[in-house]
């Protein structure tokens, strides 16, 4: 019982904690266009259509090495969230299409509110394991 009550504490404080994060006030952190954690890669994204609350959209992404070779054969992962609120994405987006050129089609983008969204791509490739981070206010 002890064990329990120590376990809810702890999670209990990690989502209080959470809400209380900020986003980033640097207006860079919002660009469409970010370098990985260790530098390893440089991503961009264009919505495919305009990101309307609700609904899916599809994104173009390019995600090239930081000496700007193209990465055609990574393996991709998209994941976020609002950290705000401790939740992440509502869907499971994906790659659906490679276009060549270090150009990609993402699938199943969906925001269910309003406010401040993270979207992470997790690139492994030739050059290792990195994770590209785009921050959205909506």
Request: proline letters at 6%; a positive charge.
């Amino acid at each position: 019982m002890k064990r329990i009550a120590i376990a809810l504490a702890l999670a209990l404080n990690f989502a209080g904690c959470m809400m209380f994060m900020k986003p980033p006030a640097a207006p860079e952190a919002y660009e469409r266009t970010q370098t990985s954690a260790a530098q390893l890669y440089r991503a961009s994204f264009t919505p495919a259509e305009s990101i309307k609350v609700g609904k899916l959209h599809k994104w173009h992404i390019q995600i090239l090495t930081a000496d700007g070779t193209p990465v055609d054969s990574a393996r991709v992962i998209i994941d976020g969230g609002m950290p705000q609120h401790g939740h992440g994405l509502p869907t499971k987006p994906r790659i659906t299409a490679h276009l060549g050129d270090g150009r990609h089609v993402v699938e199943g983008m969906k925001f269910n509110m309003n406010g401040w969204w993270v979207v992470k791509l997790l690139v492994s490739g030739e050059r290792g394991s990195d994770v590209v981070t785009f921050n959205l206010k909506l």
